[in-house]
C-alpha cells in the first residue's frame, strides 16, 4: 500500500506505473501523506509493543503465541 501526496496533476500522470508497485491511496499535499504515514507507522509500533507485553502472559495462559 502506497500513500502518495503532492501534486494531483503529476500523481494522475504516474499513476499506472505506481500502480505496478502497489494498491495507492491518494492522500492530498505532501505534508497530509506524511502525517498520515507516521500515524500508521505509530499504531503499527503501538501494536507490537502490546504484542510483546502480552507474550509472557499468553504463554502462561497456554496461548500459542505464535497464532495469527
Not at 491518494?26 to 507516521?38: M, N
Not at 504484542?51 to 503465541?65: H, I, K, Y
Amino acid at each position: 500500500m502506497l500513500f502518495v501526496g503532492g501534486d494531483e496533476q503529476l500523481y494522475r500522470q504516474a499513476e499506472e506505473f505506481l500502480r505496478q508497485l502497489g494498491t495507492l491511496i491518494y492522500i492530498g499535499t505532501h505534508e497530509q501523506a506524511t502525517l498520515l504515514k507516521l500515524i500508521s507507522t505509530s499504531i503499527i509500533i503501538a501494536n507490537t509493543m502490546i504484542l510483546a507485553e502480552l507474550s509472557p502472559l499468553m504463554r502462561e495462559l497456554g496461548l500459542d503465541v505464535n497464532t495469527g
